[in-house]
């Protein structure tokens, strides 16, 4: 048999028989069958080999099924992210250019007159050298933008932005995700030049509505989220994430702002986006992959996409089915028709979103007057609060959502958010004038107004979400994101013109002002909290 099997291996040379010792190779027996016998025997009556099973190996499990086994698992596990990841850059490139505006545009608009050929004063104003009889304060000159003007632009802004979540939303359901994300970046990009060319407050209106409409990027990706998720247990992670894209761009852009501000100036720093816009365009072209399960323009739907999608889902029946007792009644949902859920929710986020405007739009007009300070510091906090933003929306916001379930989550974001909107300007009358103040300032703001924000947002379009076909999700989700565009456009509205008013107002280190916005503001929590414990509930939902 040595011979035999020597003759029988081309390419077996003597070397190859033995060890290293110039011994003889240990011989290996053939390969027998599960009765012991080996194969090259032929039955007794002469004819071809008995059909043996595959060979085993020591562990009993044959060879061909073992090596497929290694080869799966060797395969990396494809996630939900590997398809996301370009849709969540173009989430980033779109709030990143609203966050560049956020420290610069207050004061650019003061700067900026309603007739070309008048000339406005530079703000904000040093208040420890300025003679404001002489020069006059920003935001009090006849001709120049006002505090309304701040609060108008903005409306401006979200307005448009309403317009364009509903449309964008909805004509992504018919021709697909990837166009509509591409559309809007091309539309972002000449928004930002348009703003930072604006020679006058009429045309930085116009622009301002232009980049809200081009800017409704993110309820398609919330679509693209619910589009790959099967399991609904993973949604509110990818929810976070895309809320960690705008987190990052708020923390990015208002640093950038300042930086391009202070560096070049205004214009220059409002102008800046639109390159960021064209490269990430590119990118998006050759990388976003379609997951409209009917696909769309661009293509049909990305085999990966459909892969991680029904993974997803077969892990989410295996956990169902081992829930003791069988898995709860399937709940029977309309293919035509929205839930009151989803109209909840889009609501509650309108009252949540006035709110909060009510802090992002007026914010930088206190900091001259209560702290002397300007876009520069400003940006440098707004990139601390994004910072904060990004660990809610990757770490925070999964983990509550898991142990006390969105509803539960939601709630408790709302009362907390009011405390905080309506508390946080009083804190420096505690000692105007002492810079020391301003840390338990940044401490409670952080924790008061910035975490419950993100709290609200990821788990709202969470709870939206899990209530609706895949049909209905790009609605869906652009109803939710509409109502949070909504909040941001009435809010300036009023808190303009509340600002200027007489009501509340208190003297600070370097002035006064009225705090109803915050006031009001507040007041928006509490109806939202009652709006929620009424549709919504409190109780955790399976």
């Not at 291996?9 to 027998?32: N, R």
């Not at 509505?209 to 399991?231: H, K, N, Y």
């Not at 952080?446 to 899990?466: E, H, K, R, S, Y």
């Amino acid at each position: 048999m040595e011979v035999l099997a020597a003759e029988s291996t081309p390419g077996l040379g003597e070397a190859d028989k033995k060890d290293k010792a110039g011994d003889k190779l240990e011989e290996e027996p053939p390969c027998q069958n599960a009765g012991g016998g080996d194969v090259e025997k032929r039955d007794e009556a002469g004819d071809k080999p008995k059909e043996e099973p595959p060979c085993q190996n020591a562990g009993g499990g044959d060879v061909e099924t073992q090596t497929k086994e290694l080869a799966t698992a060797a395969t990396p596990e494809v996630t939900p992210f590997s398809v996301l990841w370009v849709a969540y850059l173009c989430v980033f490139v779109d709030f990143l250019g609203l966050a560049i505006s956020i420290p610069i545009l207050p004061y650019f608009t003061l700067e900026l007159p309603w007739d070309s050929n008048f000339i406005c004063p530079s703000c904000p104003q040093d208040a420890s050298v300025t003679d404001f009889s002489v020069e006059g304060r920003c935001g009090e000159i006849e001709g120049c933008g006002t505090a309304i003007d701040v609060g108008m632009t903005s409306t401006a802004f979200a307005g448009g932005q309403i317009l364009g979540n509903f449309l964008m939303s909805r004509a992504s359901d018919r021709v697909g995700r990837k166009l509509i994300i591409m559309i809007s970046l091309a539309c972002s990009a000449l928004g930002y030049m348009w703003c930072g060319l604006a020679p006058n407050l009429y045309h930085l209106y116009a622009a301002r509505v232009f980049s809200g409409i081009a800017g409704g990027t993110l309820p398609v990706v919330q679509a693209m989220v619910l589009d790959v998720t099967g399991d609904p247990r993973e949604r509110p992670k990818y929810f976070g994430l895309a809320g960690a894209c705008l987190g990052m761009g708020f923390m990015i852009g208002p640093a950038l702002g300042a930086f391009f501000a202070a560096v070049l100036d205004k214009r220059a720093a409002l102008f800046s986006p639109c390159f960021i816009a064209a490269t990430v365009l590119v990118v998006g072209a050759l990388k976003i992959q379609e997951t409209r399960p009917a696909g769309g323009i661009c293509g049909p739907r990305s085999p990966k996409a459909a892969a991680v999608e029904s993974e997803g889902a077969a892990k989410f029946a295996a956990f169902m089915a081992a829930i003791p007792g069988g898995p709860p009644a399937a709940v029977e949902m309309s293919a035509t028709q929205l839930p009151r859920t989803v109209y909840a929710c889009a609501l509650a986020l309108t009252l949540s979103a006035f709110s909060f405007t009510s802090m992002t739009s007026m914010t930088a007009l206190t900091w001259p007057i209560a702290y002397n300070l300007g876009p520069q510091e400003l940006g440098i906090f707004l990139m601390f609060v994004g910072c904060v933003g990004i660990f809610n929306n990757v770490v925070v916001i999964k983990k509550l959502a898991a142990r006390f379930g969105p509803e539960r989550v939601v709630i408790a974001a709302t009362l907390v958010q009011c405390v905080g909107i309506t508390s946080y300007t009083f804190i420096d009358l505690i000692d105007p004038g002492n810079m020391w103040i301003f840390a338990p300032y940044i401490l409670f703001f952080t924790a008061c107004i910035c975490v419950p924000w993100d709290m609200q947002m990821a788990n709202l379009i969470t709870i939206a979400g899990n209530s609706v076909p895949p049909e209905l999700r790009g609605m869906t989700t652009g109803l939710v994101a509409s109502g949070m565009s909504l909040g941001m456009a009435l809010c300036p509205i009023v808190s303009g013109p509340l600002f200027m008013s007489d009501i509340l107002v208190f003297e600070h280190a370097y002035g006064r002002f009225s705090h109803s916005p915050w006031v009001v503001g507040g007041v928006m929590n509490i109806a939202e909290f009652f709006l929620l414990l009424a549709v919504v509930g409190c109780s955790r939902k399976k």
